[in-house]
């Protein structure tokens, strides 16, 4: 059973430029959600999507925006990168119904760095 | 979700029981106490969650006190595999955003 599916695990970007990043929730889940874990610290929570919709929003600003297509999978876009962009991007799937009951499953990450 | 408290670090011996202690004193009635690790470079793994019982998995043993303000998780048979930072996280559940700490990194010892 796949889980959660992150491509590209590396990528090179120049400051200013525009990232898309991409994960497939493991199979069954219906909610995305994705955090970005600066080097040495904690994952931080970016946005959740459930029902193609952004449900949640962490302390982000409006260049990261995101999207939920019919078959669950997500894709996280980061517009004139910055520096401080630079980090693991996680992305973590749950089936909204049993929320309280299980944990999220993540992904091993897109790691991007702004040069 | 409530603000939990974690030591930065701590050392077990491979073999031996490892207790990793997390305060979280401003817990609410509706809010789970949560458990993840990551190991280096891969993503968080969930490990066990509790309300106000304890709770054991295949993985873990989790004790909450009475009165909720703090828990330890405990690897029963440590090994190297389980070195990783671990998190505790305070949630309401239902699919919530987490509040991801420092978490402790926990080191084996051979």
């Known amino acids: 059973d796949a889980g959660v599916t992150q491509s590209p695990t590396h990528l090179i970007k120049t400051r200013g430029q525009q990232v898309t990043l991409r994960c497939s929730p493991k199979?069954?889940?219906?909610?995305v959600s994705w955090y970005q874990q600066a080097l040495g610290q904690g994952p931080q929570f970016i946005f959740q999507?459930?029902?193609?919709?952004?449900?949640q929003r962490g302390n982000f600003p409006d260049r990261f925006s995101g999207h939920q297509f019919p078959n669950y999978s997500s894709e996280l876009n980061v517009n004139a990168l910055l520096l401080g962009d630079s980090a693991l991007y996680l992305c973590?799937?749950?089936?909204?119904?049993?929320?309280?009951?299980?944990?999220?499953?993540f992904g091993s990450g897109t790691r991007l760095t702004v040069v | 979700d409530a603000k939990t408290t974690q030591p930065p670090s701590m050392d077990c011996a491979e073999g031996r029981a490892a207790n990793l202690p997390c305060n979280h004193s401003?817990?609410?009635?509706?809010?789970?106490v949560y458990w993840y690790r990551q190991i280096h470079s891969q993503g968080p793994q969930y490990i066990i969650h509790?309300?106000?019982n304890n709770e054991t998995n295949e993985m873990a043993s989790l004790i909450i006190t009475e009165d909720r303000k703090s828990s330890t998780l405990i690897l029963p048979h440590a090994t190297l595999r389980d070195t990783a930072v671990y998190y505790c996280?305070?949630?309401?559940?239902?699919?919530?955003?987490?509040?991801f700490g420092s978490g402790t990194q926990l080191t084996v010892l051979p």
């Open positions: 401003t817990i609410s009635g509706n809010e789970y």
């Open positions: 509790g309300l106000k």
């Open positions: 996280i305070a949630s309401s559940g239902s699919a919530r955003q987490l509040t």
């Open positions: 999507y459930y029902e193609e919709e952004e449900r």
């Open positions: 199979s069954g889940h219906d909610t």
């Open positions: 973590a799937s749950i089936l909204l119904a049993t929320g309280a009951n299980y944990g999220y499953t």
